[in-house]
């Protein structure tokens, strides 16, 4: 067979082979309505965000905007809806945000040093590491009995019974695992090329890892620790069973140091209690209070963003 | 001879920098052992009191029909079947809509997409759960169930259901992701050069190659359902006791739920029966089931890791 | 004004195949085929013209012009960078799916413009089937790695045991796994999983196949079985393929591209296509003093 010479033959299978390589608009319906159904799943996510900063908003509108003041001044009451406010709540959870960080970030990241730097695939490394992976996943309530057993009741010589300190344990213990696993990540991370050069230099290991290693690792752990602050502060359940006051606590002539070893509540729970009373007046300060609790959560989001973007990685 | 020699001194790190970073070890040290620790004390708290629950109960107390722990009726079918209706309900939700985004995110989103994504993704899992109870309560039951069913309870399992689900998907959206873009680029190009359109790439070689993954995504996402507590305790009327009840439309407590309930009075049941040994009953119960999953889906998650 | 844009184009291919028209022939490349004979008459499967590749703003190839024939294997060599991987990943428009790679120029399929808007790009892999530097297998049986292509266009279940059979025949593969081809293909060997690669990109019969370095990732002995199985399936198919490997340039192939890193204008490093030729020519007679360099082993 000749093959196709004449201009006339090579044109008609120019043509064919255009034709047949043409797009067919109906050709990725299919594929089409799978990207679109994952768009939709994927905006019902974001859409859900979206309704509950509204409906909380919605709800919580007479509050925010009658006497937001008040509300954010005032302590629990149980006997007026219109009285009641989230100080209270927003000190404890300050209060708690802060013992929780001075307990678990330094165990936290001193121990994903470890995995990551000393330990050499030793019986005692992988026990820790598989212990973290699965304390990771213990639900939070748990914690909480972990916190009513022994932080208020066989450590209350220190933590003074049901107290911020108490608290702020047992929601350390419960973001330690998180704080070790994003850790363990972010020294990983570093590449091996900085330890090599700083040990051929001749710099002990601590040296390497002080001057070298955190520095380079320093943004992505800020960023998990702090995202990990944020649950704490929403956690209510654990509190609940270390004995968070659920009712007015009165501080007295305490000062600020002081009410860290007397009772306390956070704002999860007092939200908890505003859901629990009945009336219009109390699911107004549900909504409210929820707006606030979801402010601050915000903002720490947008802190862990901000240490993220801060200190962009180098390499 | 005439050669310089080094003494074995002079080849060692000055003293003081020696002890430092022998000092910065043992320290390391100390903290991984805090979280032994942890798992040591966690295990033994619960393990004492739910044993003396499990050693002086009475089996007739549970049978009764319905868990009343102040009445010593501790009926734990009550809670567990609530505890998984709702989880169940909570995946119908999540699964979808988590690995939707997942798949979504890794195959389809332009980089800039992803980019508000990911944070917009954490930052729903920030969300506190008292909210989404508040949220349960206030929108999902009135607002929305109530157009669907004529008859239904202000406190039901559904909308705690649905409100944990919401909870979840930001999880398993995570995980699943992560196993997804774990998928080697190879793959992706293979069964693109053999004419695949995008989307069949995705299904017939990308989430089968995944499956692993997807799978201990969605173990991983109902074991913390299972664990939340504060969406069921506000949407589902987690009062102190619960009826036996089928329905999810009704009210009823879980696992979860009753614990947070016996906390909440932990002064008053103190002595009272067995109910406080029963809230470290509940918690052993709730932490075996869910170490079991966890440990399962991290598996999983390991193997597949090797495999790539 | 599409017909004379048409009849343009052909009577510009006809005079590329005169020019490539020349006396010898290459030793190496030993083909039944009559056309062969008788290179003139060789079809031209690609015609490519001034092409550039970018990445985002990183200009990979300039200006690179070239044809490949039909039934022959053109065979692409250079120096790591060259580019010579991104041109080949051109001819089945792959480089779509990297994000921010783009091409200017033409390159011409049987005439058609490839990077016309109206041609899908998966049109196009249909019949511009590849193979890949390191084998990748799906994690799928054997069976179904093989099964894959022929499934998507839509291939009756009855013919499938048949198409499979053929084409792991064709690909040399048949008598080491008819007994296994539901097993994983992950338990086969590096060298027996690109020949599954090669068998998963002939079942759907392409016109062309391409190769990207498909021995790199292999032992000698699975290189020269890859080797023979690519000499026999050129009676069949046209064969593009990219090597840094010399040897096998000279082996198998009819046509040689030799590719090297020039800096251009803004003293960027880009590929540029240095000599184009029958592979017998490249490799005795080069015309480029960069070439007679890089093949006699001074540089590269």
Same mark, same amino acid.
């Given at each position: 067979?000749?093959?196709?010479?004449?201009?006339?033959?090579?044109?008609?299978?120019?043509?064919?082979?255009?034709?047949?390589?043409?797009?067919?608009?109906?050709?990725?319906?299919?594929?089409?309505?799978?990207?679109?159904?994952?768009?939709?799943?994927?905006?019902?996510?974001?859409?859900?965000? &979206? #309704?509950?900063?509204? %409906?909380?908003?919605?709800? +919580?509108?007479? *509050?925010?905007?009658?006497? /937001?003041? $008040? !509300?954010?001044?005032?302590?629990?009451?149980?006997?007026?809806?219109?009285?009641?406010?989230?100080?209270?709540?927003?000190?404890?959870?300050?209060?708690?945000?802060?013992?929780?960080?001075?307990?678990?970030?330094?165990?936290?990241?001193?121990?994903?040093?470890?995995?990551?730097?000393?330990?050499?695939?030793?019986?005692?490394?992988?026990?820790?590491?598989?212990?973290?992976?699965?304390?990771? &996943? #213990?639900?939070?309530? %748990?914690?909480?009995?972990? +916190?009513?057993? *022994?932080?208020?009741?066989? /450590?209350? $010589? !220190?933590?003074?019974?049901?107290?911020?300190?108490?608290?702020?344990?047992?929601?350390?213990?419960?973001?330690?695992?998180?704080?070790?696993?994003?850790?363990?990540?972010?020294?990983?991370?570093?590449?091996?090329?900085?330890?090599?050069?700083?040990?051929?230099?001749?710099?002990?290991?601590?040296?390497?890892?002080?001057?070298?290693?955190?520095?380079?690792?320093?943004?992505?752990?800020?960023? &998990?620790?702090?995202?990990?602050?944020?649950?704490?502060? +929403?956690?209510?359940?654990?509190?609940?069973?270390?004995?968070?006051?659920?009712?007015?606590?009165?501080?007295?002539?305490?000062?600020?140091?002081?009410?860290?070893?007397?009772?306390?509540?956070?704002?999860?729970?007092?939200?908890?209690?505003?859901?629990?009373?009945?009336?219009?007046?109390?699911?107004?300060?549900?909504?409210?209070?929820?707006?606030?609790?979801?402010?601050?959560?915000?903002?720490?989001?947008?802190?862990?963003?901000?240490?993220?973007?801060?200190?962009?990685?180098?390499? | 001879?005439?050669?310089?020699?080094?003494?074995?001194?002079?080849?060692?790190?000055?003293?003081?920098?020696?002890?430092?970073?022998?000092?910065?070890?043992?320290?390391?040290?100390?903290?991984?052992?805090?979280?032994?620790?942890?798992?040591?004390?966690?295990?033994?708290?619960?393990?004492?009191?739910?044993?003396?629950?499990?050693?002086?109960?009475?089996?007739?107390?549970?049978?009764?029909?319905?868990?009343?722990?102040?009445?010593?009726?501790?009926?734990?079918?009550?809670?567990?079947?609530?505890?998984?209706?709702?989880?169940?309900?909570?995946?119908?939700?999540?699964?979808?809509?988590?690995?939707?985004?997942?798949?979504?995110?890794?195959?389809?989103?332009?980089?800039?997409?992803?980019?508000?994504?990911?944070?917009?993704?954490?930052?729903?899992?920030?969300?506190?759960?008292?909210?989404?109870?508040?949220?349960?309560?206030?929108?999902?039951?009135?607002?929305?169930?109530?157009?669907?069913?004529?008859?239904?309870?202000?406190?039901?399992?559904?909308?705690?259901?649905?409100?944990?689900?919401?909870?979840?998907?930001?999880?398993?959206?995570?995980?699943?992701?992560?196993?997804?873009?774990?998928?080697?680029?190879?793959?992706?190009?293979?069964?693109?050069?053999?004419?695949?359109?995008?989307?069949?790439?995705?299904?017939?070689?990308?989430?089968?190659?995944?499956?692993?993954?997807?799978?201990?995504?969605?173990?991983?996402?109902?074991?913390?359902?299972?664990?939340?507590?504060?969406?069921?305790?506000?949407?589902?009327?987690?009062?102190?006791?619960?009826?036996?009840?089928?329905?999810?439309?009704?009210?009823?407590?879980?696992?979860?739920?009753?614990?947070?309930?016996?906390?909440?009075?932990?002064?008053?049941?103190?002595?009272?029966?067995?109910?406080?040994?029963?809230?470290?009953?509940?918690?052993?119960?709730?932490?075996?089931?869910?170490?079991?999953?966890?440990?399962?889906?991290?598996?999983?998650?390991?193997?597949?890791?090797?495999?790539? | 004004?599409?017909?004379?844009?048409?009849?343009?184009?052909?009577?510009?291919?006809?005079?590329?195949?005169?020019?490539?028209?020349?006396?010898?022939?290459?030793?190496?490349?030993?083909?039944?085929?009559?056309?062969?004979?008788?290179?003139?008459?060789?079809?031209?499967?690609?015609?490519?013209?001034?092409?550039?590749?970018?990445?985002?703003?990183?200009?990979?190839?300039?200006?690179?012009?070239?044809?490949?024939?039909?039934?022959?294997?053109?065979?692409?060599?250079?120096?790591?960078?060259?580019?010579?991987?991104?041109?080949?990943?051109?001819?089945?428009?792959?480089?779509?799916?990297?994000?921010?790679?783009?091409?200017?120029?033409?390159?011409?399929?049987?005439?058609?413009?490839?990077?016309?808007?109206?041609?899908?790009?998966?049109?196009?892999?249909?019949?511009?089937?590849?193979?890949?530097?390191?084998?990748?297998?799906?994690?799928?049986?054997?069976?179904?790695?093989?099964?894959?292509?022929?499934?998507?266009?839509?291939?009756?279940?009855?013919?499938?045991?048949?198409?499979?059979?053929?084409?792991?025949?064709?690909?040399?593969?048949?008598?080491?796994?008819?007994?296994?081809?539901?097993?994983?293909?992950?338990?086969?060997?590096?060298?027996?999983?690109?020949?599954?690669?090669?068998?998963?990109?002939?079942?759907?019969?392409?016109?062309?196949?391409?190769?990207?370095?498909?021995?790199?990732?292999?032992?000698?002995?699975?290189?020269?079985?890859?080797?023979?199985?690519?000499?026999?399936?050129?009676?069949?198919?046209?064969?593009?393929?990219?090597?840094?490997?010399?040897?096998?340039?000279?082996?198998?192939?009819?046509?040689?591209?030799?590719?090297?890193?020039?800096?251009?204008?803004?003293?960027?490093?880009?590929?540029?296509?240095?000599?184009?030729?029958?592979?017998?020519?490249?490799?005795?007679?080069?015309?480029?003093?960069?070439?007679?360099?890089?093949?006699?082993?001074?540089?590269?």
């Amino acid at each position: 067979m000749r093959l196709a010479s004449s201009p006339a033959d090579i044109a008609i299978q120019t043509a064919k082979t255009r034709q047949s390589l043409q797009r067919r608009p109906q050709a990725d319906l299919p594929g089409t309505l799978f990207k679109w159904l994952l768009i939709s799943f994927t905006g019902f996510a974001i859409a859900f965000l &979206g #309704v509950l900063v509204v %409906v909380m908003v919605n709800d +919580g509108w007479s *509050v925010l905007s009658g006497r /937001l003041s $008040g !509300f954010l001044s005032n302590g629990f009451s149980q006997r007026s809806a219109q009285d009641a406010g989230v100080w209270q709540g927003i000190v404890g959870s300050v209060q708690i945000g802060i013992a929780t960080a001075l307990f678990a970030i330094p165990v936290g990241i001193a121990t994903a040093i470890y995995l990551v730097e000393y330990a050499t695939g030793g019986w005692f490394a992988r026990a820790v590491e598989l212990n973290v992976r699965n304390l990771a &996943g #213990v639900p939070s309530i %748990v914690y909480g009995l972990l +916190g009513l057993t *022994v932080f208020v009741k066989t /450590l209350d $010589g !220190f933590t003074q019974g049901k107290t911020v300190i108490a608290g702020g344990l047992t929601l350390a213990a419960m973001v330690l695992p998180i704080i070790v696993i994003t850790s363990v990540e972010a020294l990983k991370a570093v590449p091996q090329g900085i330890r090599e050069a700083a040990y051929g230099v001749g710099a002990t290991k601590w040296e390497v890892l002080s001057r070298q290693i955190l520095p380079a690792a320093v943004s992505t752990i800020l960023t &998990g620790t702090v995202l990990s602050l944020a649950r704490a502060l +929403g956690e209510a359940a654990p509190l609940i069973l270390v004995g968070a006051a659920t009712g007015f606590i009165s501080f007295g002539d305490s000062n600020f140091l002081e009410t860290f070893t007397g009772p306390f509540t956070a704002l999860p729970v007092l939200i908890f209690n505003f859901a629990r009373q009945p009336g219009e007046d109390w699911s107004a300060n549900a909504a409210a209070a929820s707006v606030v609790i979801l402010i601050l959560v915000l903002m720490i989001n947008g802190a862990a963003l901000y240490f993220r973007n801060r200190f962009e990685k180098k390499w | 001879m005439n050669m310089t020699t080094i003494s074995a001194e002079e080849l060692q790190t000055a003293s003081g920098r020696r002890l430092r970073s022998s000092l910065a070890r043992w320290m390391f040290l100390l903290a991984s052992a805090v979280t032994i620790l942890i798992s040591g004390l966690i295990i033994w708290t619960i393990a004492s009191e739910a044993w003396t629950f499990a050693s002086q109960v009475a089996a007739d107390q549970l049978q009764t029909i319905g868990w009343f722990p102040r009445r010593g009726m501790f009926d734990i079918g009550t809670l567990i079947l609530n505890s998984a209706q709702i989880a169940i309900v909570s995946m119908i939700v999540a699964v979808p809509s988590g690995l939707g985004a997942a798949i979504y995110l890794s195959e389809y989103a332009h980089p800039r997409v992803r980019r508000i994504m990911k944070p917009t993704l954490e930052l729903l899992a920030s969300v506190p759960s008292v909210v989404l109870g508040v949220f349960a309560i206030s929108f999902i039951t009135p607002v929305v169930l109530s157009k669907f069913f004529d008859e239904i309870n202000f406190f039901n399992k559904l909308a705690a259901g649905i409100g944990v689900g919401l909870l979840v998907i930001p999880l398993i959206a995570s995980i699943s992701e992560d196993a997804l873009r774990a998928v080697p680029r190879d793959l992706r190009e293979a069964s693109a050069g053999l004419g695949a359109r995008k989307a069949t790439t995705a299904i017939r070689v990308v989430i089968p190659a995944a499956l692993s993954g997807l799978m201990a995504a969605i173990i991983v996402g109902f074991s913390r359902a299972i664990g939340e507590t504060m969406v069921v305790t506000i949407a589902s009327g987690g009062g102190d006791t619960s009826l036996f009840e089928t329905s999810i439309k009704e009210s009823g407590g879980t696992v979860t739920s009753a614990m947070a309930a016996l906390g909440l009075g932990t002064d008053q049941v103190a002595g009272n029966d067995l109910a406080f040994q029963s809230l470290y009953f509940l918690g052993a119960l709730l932490f075996i089931i869910t170490l079991v999953m966890n440990m399962l889906g991290n598996l999983i998650v390991r193997r597949m890791q090797e495999r790539y | 004004m599409v017909e004379t844009n048409n009849l343009n184009e052909s009577a510009r291919e006809e005079k590329k195949t005169t020019i490539s028209l020349s006396p010898t022939i290459s030793s190496m490349a030993t083909r039944g085929d009559e056309s062969t004979a008788d290179p003139s008459a060789a079809e031209v499967i690609f015609d490519v013209e001034k092409l550039d590749a970018f990445y985002g703003d990183f200009k990979a190839l300039s200006n690179v012009s070239l044809q490949v024939y039909k039934s022959q294997v053109t065979a692409f060599i250079g120096p790591s960078g060259c580019g010579k991987s991104t041109f080949l990943r051109c001819f089945n428009r792959m480089n779509d799916l990297i994000e921010g790679a783009r091409v200017e120029g033409t390159i011409k399929y049987r005439g058609a413009d490839l990077y016309d808007e109206e041609v899908d790009p998966v049109e196009v892999r249909r019949r511009i089937g590849m193979v890949f530097q390191k084998p990748n297998p799906f994690p799928k049986s054997i069976f179904e790695n093989v099964a894959y292509g022929p499934r998507l266009s839509g291939l009756k279940k009855s013919k499938l045991a048949e198409t499979v059979e053929k084409s792991l025949r064709r690909s040399a593969l048949w008598d080491e796994v008819k007994d296994r081809l539901s097993a994983s293909a992950y338990g086969l060997s590096g060298g027996q999983q690109q020949r599954l690669c090669i068998a998963r990109a002939i079942a759907v019969q392409p016109d062309v196949v391409l190769m990207d370095e498909p021995c790199s990732a292999l032992d000698p002995i699975a290189t020269a079985r890859i080797e023979e199985l690519i000499t026999e399936l050129k009676s069949e198919y046209t064969i593009v393929i990219v090597t840094h490997n010399m040897q096998q340039a000279a082996r198998m192939s009819d046509q040689t591209a030799f590719f090297s890193v020039a800096l251009d204008s803004h003293g960027s490093r880009t590929g540029e296509l240095v000599e184009f030729d029958k592979t017998e020519t490249i490799f005795t007679n080069p015309n480029d003093s960069r070439t007679e360099a890089y093949i006699t082993g001074r540089v590269g």
